[in-house]
Nanobody
Framework: QVQLVEAGGGLVQAGGSLRLSCAASGRTFGLYTMGWFRQAPGAEREFVAA????????AYADSVKGRFTISRDNAKNTVYLQMNTLKPEDTAVYYC??????????????????WGQGTQVTVSS
């Protein structure tokens, strides 16, 4: 059973930064695409960013492009989301998810089989 545990959420003022992390259990973390999604109250879950198994490819939602950076450390079984210049509309629960084996970057939630419990990010204006 794969476990994904997010950390790093919190309350920050607009313009500030946060770094989310997601630690994965198991010995095959480096084989999988990893993604970040978010869900605001009353909204559907939406794609934020994804990174390929090797880290060589990344993809971002237009709303976060240039502000957020996804990265991974396969030796630590961890994926990160650096969030800069945060806006109130970034407020949401952020989830990490595990995608396909040796997959490329994918923004479709249906391509991700395992999900973390989420971490709350609140950006005040």
């Amino acid at each position: 059973q794969v476990q994904l545990v997010e950390a790093g959420g919190g309350l920050v003022q607009a313009g500030g930064s946060l770094r989310l992390s997601c630690a994965a259990s198991g010995r095959t973390f480096g084989l999988y695409t990893m993604g970040w999604f978010r869900q605001a109250p009353g909204a559907e879950r939406e794609f934020v960013a994804a990174i390929s198994w090797s880290g060589g490819s990344t993809a971002y939602a237009d709303s976060v492009k240039g502000r957020f950076t996804i990265s991974r450390d396969n030796a630590k079984n961890t994926v990160y989301l650096q969030m800069n210049t945060l806006k109130p509309e970034d407020t949401a629960v952020y989830y990490c998810a595990r995608g396909a084996t040796y997959g490329g970057v994918d923004g479709g939630a249906s391509s991700y089989g395992y999900w973390g419990q989420g971490t709350q990010v609140t950006v005040s204006s």
